[in-house]
């Protein structure tokens, strides 16, 4: 089994990742798992990705394909298939994905994407908050205080928001998101190979879906 797994900030790709991993055994790789396996194995595409990285660059996407289309090579993957996230993020290198996946003889099978309205996922990643005394974490929809406006640990009514959890920040990085995201769905849904899966529903639910979505692939 051969995936691509998508969704925005907040949407829970993560946890769904986890779990596709325990029940398909498929290899989890995510674009950083790629330059730091390659760097540190001192390949000729590593070093050359470590020779951006270190200047404080972006990796050019002809470094970043020839990385990638070294790990698909590898026997784990060839042995097992991978679930690639964080990568393609744009259209280039979901072209040049399609190519690298037929060169490793690994072409995709599906691309799982976890959908949750932009609205919803605002408010999931700015209900952070945080105790200014002891510096406890709290959330409002997920895990408020026993008693509202008093710290469960210290006792303490004083709390803040980190700069990267306020409303109008989340906004933003949503938007960026999006715009890099939806060329990426067309392109997918384009070629038929895109699999939407509701992530506003509990977290057993939409796993249930993607399952189902996997072990029909």
Request: net charge negative.
């Amino acid at each position: 089994m051969n995936i691509v797994l998508m969704g925005l900030p907040g949407a829970g790709k993560g946890t769904q990742a986890e779990r596709i991993v325990e029940d398909f055994s498929v290899i989890h790789i995510s674009t950083g798992d790629m330059f730091r396996q390659a760097m540190s194995e001192k390949t000729e595409v590593g070093l050359n990705a470590k020779s951006f990285i270190d200047k404080g660059e972006l990796v050019p996407d002809e470094v970043t394909e020839a990385v990638v289309q070294e790990r698909l090579a590898k026997d784990d993957v060839q042995k097992n298939g991978y679930m690639l996230d964080g990568f393609p993020r744009t259209i280039a290198q979901a072209e040049a994905l399609q190519t690298i996946a037929k060169n490793v003889n690994k072409p995709i099978d599906g691309v799982i994407l976890i959908d949750v309205k932009p609205e919803v996922l605002v408010e999931r990643l700015s209900g952070r908050y945080i105790c200014s005394n002891c510096g406890a974490t709290y959330h409002k929809m997920f895990k408020p205080t026993k008693v509202e406006g008093t710290c469960d640990v210290c006792g303490s009514h004083d709390f803040y928001q980190r700069e990267d959890d306020k409303p109008e920040t989340v906004k933003n990085r949503l938007k960026v998101n999006i715009e890099m995201n939806t060329p990426l769905i067309d392109f997918y849904s384009d070629l038929g190979l895109l699999y939407k899966v509701d992530g506003e529903q509990e977290i057993d639910e939409v796993y249930s879906k993607v399952k189902s979505i996997l072990q029909n692939l």
